[in-house]
């Protein structure tokens, strides 16, 4: 499945022009809670496997079917850019009609010597936050899903 793919200023555009759009990170709890874009909720889309490499996150789905509309706009966000394009495959396979993937993600795609490939939400010195709470947390939000 083809997903639409977008840059950090282009989602940052889309989200500040329209109130109903969403930024969904799918990075960890703790990569939440260490900076993020304003204004971003947290669902993961995997969780670190104690063995090494990720398992994906069995309620992934249920919270964020529960949270958004498959019609709003939904841009997917991670760490690089990997994560988030499963996650918006995954809700693009359930229905989702707007979603897009945000190519460098926060922290920007490097090569395995640490070279900026694709520039992140923070390489563009665009707005971030560390506040977590309820209505942006993995916690709050899975447990506004009554997950």
Request: hydrophobic share 35%.
């Amino acid at each position: 499945m083809e997903i639409n793919q977008t840059t950090p200023q282009a989602a940052h555009a889309a989200l500040t022009a329209d109130r109903e759009a969403v930024y969904l990170d799918v990075r960890t709890e703790d990569e939440f809670a260490a900076g993020h874009p304003a204004g971003a909720i947290n669902v993961p889309v995997a969780f670190p496997n104690p063995s090494g490499g990720m398992l994906l996150n069995p309620d992934f789905q249920r919270v964020v079917e529960s949270l958004l509309l498959r019609d709003k706009p939904i841009f997917c966000g991670c760490q690089s850019g990997g994560r988030s394009q499963t996650a918006a495959e995954i809700l693009a396979e359930t229905g989702y009609t707007a979603v897009k993937n945000i190519r460098g993600g926060f922290g920007g795609a490097r090569d395995p010597s640490g070279q900026l490939l694709v520039p992140g939400w923070i390489d563009k010195e665009l707005p971030t936050s560390t506040e977590v709470d309820e209505a942006n947390s993995y916690v709050g939000l899975k447990q506004q899903a009554g997950l």
